[in-house]
């Protein structure tokens, strides 16, 4: 196998680390987010205990991906975390809060004091995804580099577009909690997260379409893979896509389907992050840094590789089994361990 080859591969499963991370945290940073309009304490321990099992296990796909870029791409990783170094901090931090929240929000002896946490909550599970679509953002629009450092200032990534990729992605998030909501749970909370998942659904689309549209104008490959010849053949049937599951969710929200909304929330996604790898491919880190120019030398990848060989399946099959384990509508009333 080639050093050229390899460095596909190794992207391709950071690829897939990241998309893991996203569709499976997504969902859970979105009940945080949905800590907001929820006010019933009742209810606000239904939703997270509906997350509880799986929510510290969705985070490690995180730090696969990010161990995995610094192992086998330095030089993007090099440049990315100075470039990014606010909105990567913002995000972990975020998740400290939330995770903090997670814990002591049962054992707070006060009202006060689970109010105190609940809002640590929802502001962790809210900054965690503001950062990532600002990060999301900041990447896309390109990263100034001179001789393989970045030479930018600290605040180039907070420009409109980031903040328009930061708020897409918090509707999205929330999106998804309360497609999981409307899955996992019954009853009139069930009733509430099956209206704001109909409503943040059309939220996220306009987004989506909003930061589909201002992309391409980023960067003349994206112009040229959306609108250029042959580069339309394959984002063509994104956009198509998109709409065929949109309208499989709103069909499935009027018929009052429990598994459906989610599904095709997750579909969505998938989706945007499929045109995403197409606009982006063979570029690492936009403008100019490719995957093999970002990539470490060929025996570092091929050690790495091997761990990751058996890792992965192993994060897959226990990631899988917890939610086979946990399957079923939680039951108000129930308690987290």
Not at 223 to 247: D, E, K, N, Q, Y
Not at 255 to 266: D, I, K, S, V
Request: charged share 10%; aromatic share 14%; with cysteine.
């Amino acid at each position: 196998m080639s050093t050229e080859t390899i460095a596909v591969v190794w992207a391709g499963l950071i690829a897939f680390a990241v998309l893991a991370y996203v569709v499976l945290d997504g969902f859970d940073l979105g009940v945080g987010i949905l800590f907001s309009a929820e006010r019933g304490a009742e209810d606000r321990d239904t939703m997270v205990n509906s997350i509880a099992p799986m929510w510290d296990g969705n985070e490690t796909w995180l730090v696969l991906g990010g161990g995995g870029l610094f192992a086998v791409f330095p030089l993007a990783y090099a440049v990315i975390m100075p470039a990014l170094y606010p909105t990567i901090l913002g995000m972990l931090f975020g998740l400290i809060f939330r995770g903090v929240a997670f814990e002591f929000r049962f054992r707070a002896e006060t009202a006060t004091g689970r109010r105190l946490w609940d809002f640590a909550f929802f502001g962790g599970s809210t900054v965690a995804a503001l950062c990532q679509g600002l990060t999301l953002g900041g990447l896309l629009q390109g990263i100034h580099v001179v001789d393989r450092q970045y030479a930018g200032g600290w605040f180039d990534w907070l420009t409109p577009f980031t903040v328009l990729c930061g708020v897409a992605v918090v509707v999205g998030y929330a999106w998804l909690g309360a497609c999981w909501l409307v899955w996992r749970t019954d009853a009139s909370l069930q009733s509430r997260a099956r209206k704001q998942a109909a409503v943040l659904a059309w939220a996220t689309l306009g987004l989506i379409v909003a930061v589909s549209l201002w992309t391409p104008f980023l960067n003349p490959l994206f112009m040229h893979r959306w609108f250029g010849w042959p580069g339309i053949l394959l984002t063509s049937p994104v956009p198509v896509l998109v709409a065929v599951i949109a309208l499989v969710f709103r069909m499935g929200i009027a018929r009052e389907h429990h598994l459906t909304p989610f599904l095709c929330a997750l579909g969505i996604f998938v989706l945007c992050f499929a045109g995403l790898g197409i606009s982006l491919f063979p570029l690492m880190i936009p403008p100019d840094i490719t995957i093999w120019q970002a990539a470490a030398p060929r025996a570092s990848q091929l050690f790495v590789l091997v761990g990751a060989s058996v890792l992965i399946p192993l994060i897959v099959i226990y990631s899988g089994f917890s939610y086979w384990v946990f399957r079923g509508k939680v039951q108000a009333g129930a308690h987290y361990h």
